[in-house]
Nanobody, 124 residues
Framework: VQLQASGGGLVQTGGSLRLSCAASGRTFSSYAVGWFRQAPGREREFVGVISRTGATHYDHFVKDRLAISRDNAKNTVYLQMNSLKPEDTAVYSC???????????????????WGQGTLVTVSS
């Protein structure tokens, strides 16, 4: 499966963005999809994940401001980001897995496929 994240851009503090992760090549419905971000000079970090059944898990620092959803008919997963802060500035990437679910969904190694990221810049 090939993944492509899009929807990034420049937004002011307190604003919102919706990122998309579009898949091509195979149906997306059987995949868990995660979002990660990497800020300049920092390691890639987990943001959230949605399972094939629609269950979601988020990192604690974004839990109340972000929401992940999926539209299997469009082979797309969305990351809705609200109340954005300058520290949310990063390249956001999506990743996917179609093996059985396991407890390490917040780690890079859980995922088998990665897409190109999209840059989100939050101005103060």
């Amino acid at each position: 499966v090939q993944l492509q994240a899009s929807g990034g851009g420049l937004v002011q503090t307190g604003g919102s963005l919706r990122l998309s992760c579009a898949a091509s090549g195979r149906t997306f419905s059987s995949y868990a999809v995660g979002w990660f971000r990497q800020a300049p000079g920092r390691e890639r970090e987990f943001v959230g994940v949605i399972s094939r059944t629609g269950a979601t898990h988020y990192d604690h620092f974004v839990k109340d401001r972000l929401a992940i959803s999926r539209d299997n008919a469009k082979n797309t997963v969305y990351l809705q980001m609200n109340s954005l802060k300058p520290e949310d500035t990063a390249v956001y990437s999506c990743a996917a897995r179609n093996r059985a679910w396991s407890g390490d969904w917040y780690t890079l190694g859980f995922y088998d496929y990665w897409g190109q990221g999209t840059l989100v810049t939050v101005s103060s």
